[in-house]
């Protein structure tokens, strides 16, 4: 079974609030993603890190920003939410190269009113 | 880059096959695949690796073609838990990146 947790599950916040997506996992996971994903449509990677002290861009830009300074926690911030940033995040992380699993967390469903 | 998916949706019976593609610009290295039901995270389907190297799901089948840049997920005999969103995920090897393609929703029907 799959130790990585996202809180909160459901977020509904007002324009212009910070907020902050938690993401932990207990596995010793190196390797750590975030996710977004509208209901039913693709996963865009939004941010990923290899290793304490490194985050990378995805492939879909974000105004949401990282940080990695613990193994087991990827937080993800967004300073002024804004209805566009509607939708759910999804962290994923998994362990070495690219022929291991991912293990995906329950995801955060963000409503920006 | 992502990968790209096709088809976008398929619709069965319960007990018919289907054919999930996944193809790259890029040079592969692995292909991951997922299915999503609604409301839940990605689970882990198999990984198949460049040289032939498979790990993962018993009934579900798939193959890699380096050559040709693809990836096929086959379902066989669909049941109705075959039911869901299914992604292919494709790894870089020099950033460890993990990037899915746009997904193709399987129903099955009874």
């Known amino acids: 079974e799959a130790d990585i947790y996202q809180t909160p599950r459901y977020l509904v916040i007002g324009t212009g609030k910070k907020i902050t997506l938690e993401c932990s996992q207990t596995?010793?996971?190196?390797?750590m993603y975030w996710y977004q994903q509208d209901p039913g449509m693709e996963l865009h990677l939004i941010h990923y890190?290899?290793?304490?002290?490194?985050?990378e861009k995805g492939d879909l830009s974000s105004e949401s920003t990282v940080s990695r300074i613990r193994t087991e926690h990827f937080p993800l911030t967004l300073e002024s939410a804004r209805p566009s940033h509607t939708s759910q995040y999804l962290c994923?992380?998994?362990?070495?190269?690219?022929?291991?699993?991912?293990?995906f967390g329950q995801g955060t469903r963000l409503t920006v009113v | 880059q992502q990968p790209v998916q096709s088809p976008q949706a398929v619709i069965l019976r319960e007990g018919e096959d289907a054919v999930i593609n996944c193809s790259s610009s890029?040079?592969?290295?692995?292909v991951h695949w997922y299915r999503q039901k609604h409301g839940e995270a990605p689970v882990f389907l198999m990984i198949?690796?460049?040289?032939?190297e498979q790990k993962g799901h018993e009934k579900i089948s798939a193959s890699f073609n380096e050559k040709k840049q693809q990836s096929s997920l086959y379902l066989t005999a669909s049941q109705l838990s075959y039911s869901g969103t299914y992604f292919c995920?494709?790894?870089?090897?020099?950033?460890?990146?993990?990037?899915f393609g746009a997904g193709t929703t399987v129903t099955v029907r009874a």
């Open positions: 994923a992380s998994r362990w070495g190269g690219v022929n291991t699993e991912a293990f």
């Open positions: 596995m010793g996971h190196d390797k």
């Open positions: 890190s290899y290793g304490v002290n490194s985050t």
């Open positions: 890029k040079a592969l290295y692995s």
């Open positions: 198949l690796l460049k040289g032939g």
């Open positions: 995920g494709t790894g870089d090897p020099d950033d460890y990146k993990l990037s």
